[in-house]
């Protein structure tokens, strides 16, 4: 199958950090991605890792990937207000022929001042 | 920066009538995509296009169709609209290449359909 699977919403405080998580099914994935969405807008690229890496950081971004588990996560440090989107998790796959994203439900992030 | 631009940021359109959702980037990508984003589904990819006049279905052409022509315009058809098509429509582009590149994303058109 084709699934990937996000928690619908997580709430967090100010200063803390968030930690995004989403599972998928295939195990042929080759690049896994985490895009936001801010309200009324499209989406935008935050990072994305390639599968045999286990681990990405970007500033105050670090995705961590159990290929084993077929688990990825996103986590966000010292989080902002400005950070409350919709974060989706998605998977692209190698030679299928297909160059579409599988997309996950996505994560309605909500940062408490 | 990469620009994929959608015509209409809001759309009202009548059943039965023929809709045209216009998406053009400006970074010379092969690949160009159209999705419908509703809650609590995600994304859901429509159809999309490796170069021009090719097309390839998604997972919900039902009731669509794409044009092609040049190769920073895709345009999305709805030939006769129906109220279940009211929904968030996206356009992305990347790069043709061995392996995915990222999807750049316009700011959406969201469509509502009386």
């Known amino acids: 199958g084709e699934d990937v699977e996000q928690s619908l919403f997580l709430s967090v405080r100010e200063g803390d950090s968030s930690v995004i998580n989403c599972t998928y099914t295939d195990s042929s994935s080759t690049y896994l991605y985490w895009y936001k969405q801010e309200p009324g807008a499209g989406l935008q690229l935050l990072t994305y890792?390639?599968?045999?890496?286990d681990m990405k950081q970007d500033q105050r971004l670090t995705v961590l990937l159990n290929k084993k588990d077929k688990h990825l996560s996103l986590r966000i440090a010292d989080t902002q207000t400005g950070d409350s989107a919709i974060y989706f998790c998605a998977e692209s796959k190698k030679g299928t022929g297909r160059r579409a994203l599988t997309f996950g439900s996505g994560t309605r992030l909500q940062v408490q001042p | 920066d990469v620009k994929v631009t959608q015509s209409s940021r809001y759309l009202v359109k009548r059943t039965g009538e023929k809709v045209f959702l216009e998406c053009v980037q400006d970074m010379d990508h092969e690949n160009m995509f159209w999705y419908r984003q509703d809650p609590g589904l995600g994304l859901r990819l429509i159809y999309f296009s490796y170069d021009v006049k090719m097309k390839e279905k998604g997972d919900i052409p039902e009731g669509y169709s794409v044009s092609r022509e040049k190769k920073e315009r895709f345009s999305l058809i709805l030939e006769s609209a129906s109220t279940n098509q009211t929904s968030m429509y996206l356009c992305a582009s990347n790069l043709r290449g061995f392996l995915s590149q990222p999807q750049h994303f316009g700011d959406g058109t969201r469509l509502s359909i009386l």
């Open positions: 890792i390639f599968s045999n890496m």
